[in-house]
Nanobody
Framework: QVQVVESGGGSVQAGGSLRLSCVAS????????MGWFRQVPGKEREGVAA???????RYADSVQGRFIISKDNTGNTLYLQMNSLKPEDTGMYYC???????????????????WGQGTQVTVSS
């Protein structure tokens, strides 16, 4: 069983930065696929950034150039550095982990088996 716990959310003004962290424990290794998703009330959960064991990364167009996804050497901790934040980045951010995702980072939420409880990010204008 895999446990996923996010932290690092908060409130920030537009243009500011936040760093989210996610610790995955249990049957997790460096080859796992890991990703960040976000959701606002009334909308579907959307993929923000994802990474796989071979180092590949993928970003949503809306965050490309502003967000950076990374993992520590153990592969158990995932980060999301969020810069130049915009009000439209507001939402609940979820970390997700899955054993394998075909070798390429995916922003498709249905591929991920294990999810955290989420951490709220609020960006004010």
């Amino acid at each position: 069983q895999v446990q996923v716990v996010e932290s690092g959310g908060g409130s920030v003004q537009a243009g500011g930065s936040l760093r989210l962290s996610c610790v995955a424990s249990g049957f997790v290794d460096s080859k796992n696929c890991m990703g960040w998703f976000r959701q606002v009330p009334g909308k579907e959960r959307e993929g923000v950034a994802a990474t796989v064991g071979n180092g590949g990364v993928r970003y949503a167009d809306s965050v490309q150039g502003r967000f950076i996804i990374s993992k520590d050497n153990t592969g158990n901790t995932l980060y999301l550095q969020m810069n130049s934040l915009k009000p439209e980045d507001t939402g609940m951010y979820y970390c997700a982990v899955t054993p394998r995702c075909g070798g390429a980072p995916s922003l498709q939420s249905f591929l991920y088996k294990n999810w955290g409880q989420g951490t709220q990010v609020t960006v004010s204008s």
